[in-house]
């Protein structure tokens, strides 16, 4: 089993900057990608980003492009998502996701392992 635990979240006004973190535990020497999507209230789970645990891809939603970076730290078990230019159109909760295989990373139904997200809130 893997666990993911979300951090960062908070309230900033547009134009603003938030890191978020994501520690795995557990088993997590298996994991090939991580990802980061996000649900606003009423609507459905979207993919925001993922990273491959090794190697160099990273992949970002085309709503984000320019605005959010996604980076890892293996010592630390550790993915960032970089959230810069907040618009209130960002507020979501955001969730962290991991899974042993790379694929359809942009889908929900990829990932095995899910954080509790953490609330970030955009305000005008």
């Known amino acids: 089993q893997v666990q993911l635990v979300e951090s960062g979240g908070g309230l900033v006004q547009a134009g603003g900057s938030l890191r978020l973190s994501c520690a795995a535990s557990?088993?997590?020497?298996?994991?090939?990608?991580m990802g980061w999507f996000r649900q606003a209230p009423g609507k459905e789970r979207e993919f925001v980003g993922a990273?491959?645990?090794?190697?160099?891809?990273?992949y970002h939603a085309d709503s984000v492009k320019g605005r959010f970076t996604i980076s890892r730290d293996n010592a630390k078990k550790t993915v960032y998502l970089q959230m810069n230019s907040l618009k209130p159109e960002d507020t979501a909760v955001y969730y962290c996701a991991a899974d042993r295989s790379l694929g359809t990373i942009r889908s929900i139904v990829h990932y095995d392992y899910w954080g509790q997200g953490t609330q970030v809130t955009v305000s005008s």
């Open positions: 990273i491959s645990w090794r190697g160099d891809s990273t």
């Open positions: 557990g088993r997590t020497s298996g994991i090939s990608v």
